[in-house]
T-cell receptor, first 115, second 113 residues
């Protein structure tokens, strides 16, 4: 298996632009997570899905952020409009609710820079 | 107050040293405790997990949980340069919120040859 795939790996955009981050979870996994990592705040859970349904979005910072999971193999995190304080590394992770459900498999991350 | 607090580091030790990494957590309902390792420019990967209190050993690594004091520890024996990474502790909310993980901010470890 190729693991969790994220694209793009790097994104540089100007303030006010729309940014879309993409994630393909590991096949067969039924949970998908979006995290944000910064030096100041560490790794924070933004939202997670179970069987394509959003379960907990309490970590989404504000209405500028939205996430969708139209099917089991694809999810997007959108920021519109983007601001410099959104600069961070965004990780997608997936897991399977089974014997090893404590293990979340992380993608390589998308490094977002908003200027 | 953050759900999980972690010693900020960075921590620099000579090869072969014993390393102790520590976290505290706030919610007594947390039952699952994990250590993730993150190499530079990579995503975190699970290193060890424990359920409730006690110790768990895996090779050179030992994870320890003391629920009475809400304290989580990771010990690395005979540390190697390849152990140089950021170590993140994590907990989860138990049976009804199992998949919501709370991560510490990470301790950066450098093992010098």
């Amino acid at each position: 298996d190729a693991g969790v795939i994220q694209s793009p790996r790097h994104e540089v955009t100007e303030m006010g632009q729309e940014v879309t981050l993409r994630c393909k979870p590991i096949s067969g996994h039924d949970y998908l997570f979006w995290y944000r990592q910064t030096m100041m705040r560490g790794l924070e859970l933004l939202i997670y899905f179970n069987n394509n349904v959003p379960i907990d979005d309490s970590g989404m910072p504000e209405d500028r952020f939205s996430a969708k999971m139209p099917n089991a193999s694809f999810s997007t995190l959108k920021i519109q409009p983007s601001e410099p304080r959104d600069s961070a590394v965004y990780f997608c992770a997936s897991s399977f609710r089974g014997r090893s459900s404590y293990e979340q498999y992380f993608g390589p991350g998308t490094r977002l820079t908003v200027t | 107050q953050k759900e999980v607090e972690q010693d900020p580091g960075p921590l620099s030790v000579p090869e072969g040293a014993i390393v102790s990494l520590n976290c505290t957590y706030s919610n007594s309902a947390f039952q699952y405790f994990m250590w993730y390792r993150q190499y530079s420019r990579k995503g975190p990967e699970l290193l060890m997990y424990t359920y409730s209190s006690g110790n768990k050993e895996d090779g050179r690594f030992t994870a320890q949980v003391d629920k009475s004091s809400k304290y989580i520890s990771l010990f690395i024996r005979d540390s190697q340069p390849s152990d140089s990474a950021t170590y993140l502790c994590a907990t989860s909310g138990g049976l009804y919120n199992f998949n919501k993980f709370y991560f510490g901010s990470g301790t950066k470890l450098n093992v010098k040859p």
